[in-house]
């Protein structure tokens, strides 16, 4: 989320000074824990719109370890 976030700011500053906002966001849902810096980045970015955080997923997968050829049954 950090690399995401650090990736679109230069986008996101950059198209705010162009053009002014795209749209108008009345709400900012996160789903799973974005971690204290991606989370001051998007509070920065939209200093009046409420940021929303659910902690748990309400889908998705989980990737299992890789295993080694060499040991697989």
């Known amino acids: 989320m950090l690399f ?6 230069k986008h996101i500053t950059g198209a705010y000074q162009d053009e002014g906002p ?3 966001t009345v709400s900012i849902q996160l789903y799973g824990d974005p971690g204290e810096t991606a989370l001051e980045m998007i509070q ?6 409420p940021v929303i ?5 309400l889908g998705g997968f989980t990737r299992a370890a890789a295993v080694d050829a060499g040991t697989r049954p």
């Open 4 to 9: 995401h976030m650090q990736l679109l700011s």
């Open 53 to 57: 955080v659910k902690p748990q997923g």
């Open 22 to 24: 795209l749209a108008e």
């Open 44 to 49: 920065q970015f939209n200093p009046d719109i």
